[in-house]
């Protein structure tokens, strides 16, 4: 009965956590806009980026502007996509533009465009990689891109790029081109950021290993780094032989003791090292 109930509950404490990291996400945007990219007149794309731009022509309230376009957005995203968006997107395109009307008489943190750009781009890419880790999306442009994109054949990432090109343009046209550049950096900043928070910051390497040595450098590699190694068959290209390669995948600490280990078995070895962002399994985080 205990097992039963656990697993009842779970999908429940699973949905309060994502709809946790959808109003955290969507406050640490709201606060980003309002005390970085605002006060500094930094339209980094988005539908944040509009409602700046026209706080900057005519003082309307960015709060409301954002309703004004998530809401008819989310409603066409339903109609012409077709898709279900479900009550976690809804709920990240509400909040959003209500954390953006709670936080609007916050002090500026800088006014200097560029430490605006930097840190607004930090914060609305944290928001952002929190409310994504929480499966929602907080509507505005992204809908827009799928649309654009159903009708166009453009691919999500153009249509994305066009629409942010535009606005930052705007920017430069309405504010003045320096402002337009700080746009293009908090754009910049905010992808990047977004990234890190999916992935992480890459804590460690995958490693391929092509060499003539293949049972001398695996028995030295669970000797001594104390790591296991997985064979898989490979053909090379201009011999046609069949080549076996070795791959290991270890903590970056662990990375210049295995670079040592293969160079002492075959200095000739054919090394191929990449970042491995999440790792999950036995000797490695749980997933």
Avoid: C
């Avoid at 205990?2 to 959808?22: A, C, G």
């Avoid at 990240?92 to 954390?99: A, E, K, N, R, Y």
């Avoid at 903590?251 to 293969?262: A, D, I, P, R």
Wanted: charged share 15%; glycine share 10%.
């Amino acid at each position: 009965m205990t097992r039963k109930r656990q697993k009842e509950t779970h999908p429940f404490l699973s949905s309060v956590l994502e709809y946790t990291y959808i109003i955290i996400g969507a406050a640490t945007i709201a606060i980003g806009f309002n005390i970085f990219l605002l006060p500094n007149e930094v339209a980094s794309g988005g539908v944040s980026g509009i409602s700046t731009i026209l706080y900057g022509l005519f003082n309307w309230n960015p709060g409301l502007v954002q309703y004004a376009f998530n809401i008819p957005l989310f409603i066409s995203g339903v109609i012409i996509l077709g898709k279900h968006f479900g009550a976690r997107s809804l709920v990240g395109t509400l909040t959003l533009p209500l954390f953006v009307l709670l936080t609007a008489n916050w002090e500026p943190a800088t006014l200097d465009p560029l430490l605006g750009a930097l840190f607004g781009g930090i914060s609305v890419g944290i928001g952002l990689g929190i409310v994504f880790r929480g499966r929602a999306s907080t509507g505005g442009t992204d809908l827009a891109a799928q649309i654009i994109t159903k009708y166009t054949g453009f691919t999500l990432g153009k249509s994305v790029m066009i629409i942010d090109g535009l606005i930052v343009l705007s920017a430069a046209l309405v504010f003045d081109i320096e402002k337009g550049l700080y746009a293009l950096i908090g754009l910049f900043v905010t992808t990047k950021t977004i990234d890190i928070i999916q992935l992480g910051f890459s804590q460690s390497k995958m490693v391929y290993i092509i060499t003539n040595k293949q049972e001398e450098i695996r028995d030295a590699i669970y000797e001594k780094v104390n790591r296991g190694v997985t064979k898989f068959s490979a053909v090379g290209g201009y011999t046609e032989q069949e080549r076996p390669i070795l791959l290991v995948v270890v903590y970056q600490t662990e990375f210049s003791k295995l670079k040592q280990v293969v160079k002492q078995v075959d200095p000739s070895a054919f090394v191929i090292v990449s970042d491995a962002y999440e790792v999950f399994g036995e000797g490695f985080k749980r997933a």
